[in-house]
């Protein structure tokens, strides 16, 4: 079955320090990944995409992700936190070839809490 | 044109009522969505369509659930006599058809509480 998971329920961060939320796959082919954020009652927006080249993807306030084929990961990451990255984060797949619905597969979600 | 509005923002209901929401894409979107999310999950496939035509849904769509978009613009979800189980945010998404791989629009969500 296809399916993605994100290993941590919550990601506690100083403000400043780098922080990471992780993310893992099992979809066969080469999916197109994903990550979106979303804030309390508010729908998702769409954060960063990796469909194919480079392995490190730059996305919207300075998050960015590497996509690792061998360990099947895409772990999204940012450099220097901010209070106001505290947020919800979902990690997401649109499997290849799919039958091309553009339907996607969501984790479970990683809250992320920045403290000043 | 702002994005995907969906409406009501929220609803609440008695079990046993029926529900309707709508949505709204980005007005050039010919692929329009709807998800599931329940309190500590990630969206839900329930279904897809392309312009008017339904064309994919998931099994979560019992027959108490019915989805519309008679004209390949707005789109209706109808949940007949509903259950607790079926509180949930209800979201729509839209794209453009070749173009997906950049990611849907969200809408902001329908919040169903059924009491």
């Known amino acids: 079955a296809q399916s993605v998971a994100q290993p941590e329920d919550q990601v506690n961060v100083a403000e400043g320090n780098p922080l990471t939320v992780k993310c893992t796959y099992s979809v066969s082919g080469n999916p197109y990944l994903f990550w979106y954020v979303q804030y309390p009652n508010r729908g998702l927006q769409f954060l960063l995409k990796y469909i194919t080249g480079d392995n490190l993807v730059k996305g919207s306030y300075g998050f960015e992700a590497e996509f690792n084929k061998s360990q099947t990961s895409f772990h999204l990451k940012k450099p220097s936190a901010l209070v106001s990255d505290s947020a919800l984060y979902f990690c997401?797949?649109?499997?290849?070839?799919?039958?091309?619905?553009?339907?996607?597969?969501f984790g479970q979600g990683t809250t992320l809490q920045v403290k000043p | 044109d702002t994005g995907v509005s969906q409406n009501p923002r929220h609803k609440i209901t008695k079990r046993g009522q029926n529900v309707t929401f709508r949505c709204d894409p980005i007005s050039e979107h010919n692929r329009l969505y709807w998800y599931r999310q329940t309190l500590g999950q990630g969206p839900e496939f329930l279904t897809y369509?392309?312009?008017?035509?339904?064309?994919?849904k998931s099994r979560l769509l019992s027959d108490r659930f019915s989805a519309e978009r008679p004209k390949g613009s707005f789109s209706t979800l109808e949940i007949q006599r509903t259950e607790q189980g079926d509180s949930a945010m209800y979201l729509c998404?839209?794209?453009?058809?070749?173009?997906?791989?950049?990611?849907?629009?969200f809408g902001s969500g329908t919040r169903l509480t059924v009491v």
């Open positions: 369509f392309q312009n008017e035509a339904q064309l994919e």
């Open positions: 997401a797949v649109r499997p290849h070839g799919s039958g091309n619905t553009g339907k996607l597969i």
């Open positions: 998404a839209s794209s453009l058809a070749g173009t997906a791989e950049y990611g849907y629009t």
